[in-house]
């Protein structure tokens, strides 16, 4: 994949939540963001919403994105998203996963700030 000049490149970073390891298709999306002319940064598999916070909110990337694939409480997942929602005011989150994509009862996300992509053709959209 040749890489497309971008006017104003974005700045994206990549995390999973604690306790999530499945990180291949993470890579897959900070590769096809990074092939893309955007400016990346990963942080790679189970980041602490506290970390995670303190270090976004100090990048101030445009863009977050995150897979949910191992099974957590809903609790959690849904307190791990509204702790994303009021710790980062400025970003949007792009996120998937199993754990999203396929629950018994769709899980509300936070705002429209969060964008639930199913799969990677619909992930390239927003790149």
Known sequence: ?????????????????????H???LLYTFYLTKANGHKCIYLGQSVPLENFVTISRSIEPDYLVSIFTSRMPDTECEDFLMGCEKGLTKSRFLVSGRLLLEVDEKME????RFILYKDFPHFKRWI
Not at 1 to 21: C, D, G, H, S
Not at 109 to 112: E, G
Request: glycine share 4%.
């Open 23 to 25: 990180e291949t298709g």
């Open 109 to 112: 996300l936070p705002s429209d």
């Open 1 to 21: 994949m040749n890489p497309q000049v971008i006017a104003v490149p974005k700045t994206y970073l990549f995390f999973l939540p604690n306790n999530e390891w």
